[in-house]
Structure formats: structure tokens, C-alpha cells
């Protein structure tokens, strides 16, 4: 049984940092691309970065390129988004979500995305 479950979000003041995890359990993470998505209120799911199976490549969006780094320790079957000099605007629910296409391809778009953790809330404000 494939769980995802995030942690490590909060209040933080613009500018300020934060790391969030997301354990991963019930399939052989080296093998499947993982992405991070969020979700702002009133706003679509938006992908924001995507490890590659095999942690071969990171893809990242745009808004966050610079700001965010996300990274994989296989032994742990974890993965992390290290994101830094936060702005009002990244204040929304972050997911981790992987699919079954074993070596599958790193992609955006939320529909292709089978399992999903519960989420946990960022906000940046002062």
C-alpha cells in the first residue's frame, strides 16, 4: 500500500526558510518520479518541482527556480523541498504525489499523479 505523508510546513516571515518531507512507504521510491505540488486558495494544484526516477534530473517551476531545491535520499525513502527566501505568494498546501509508471518520466500535470500525501500548510506572512 503506497503512503505519502509530508510534515515540516508552518508560519514563516517573508524572506525566511523552511523544509518539508515527505516519507515515502509500500513501493521502491529509486524507481518512480516524485513531485511536489501546491495549492494556493482559490487556485489550481500547480506543480513545482519533479525528481526524476533514479534522482538522475530535477525539474523545477519557473516562480520557484533559485528559491527551491528538492532532493531524495533513497535509503530513507524520503524526499524534501528545501525552500528559501519565501515569498507571500508560495502561502498554499504542499503535496508530494508519485504514479505507477515505474521509470516513468517527471511531469506537471496533476491528473497523471496516482497517490498523493495529505498535505501540509505553508504560509508566509509577517
Known sequence: QVQLVESGGGLVQPGGSLRLSCAASGFAMDYYALAWFRQAPGKEREG???????GGDTYY???VKGRFTAS???AKNTVYLQMSNLKPEDTAVYYCATYKGYKGACTFIARTYDYWGQGTQVTVSS
Open 48 to 54: 513545482i518541482s519533479c525528481l526524476s526516477s533514479g
Open 61 to 63: 517551476r519557473s516562480s
Open 72 to 74: 531524495r535520499d533513497n
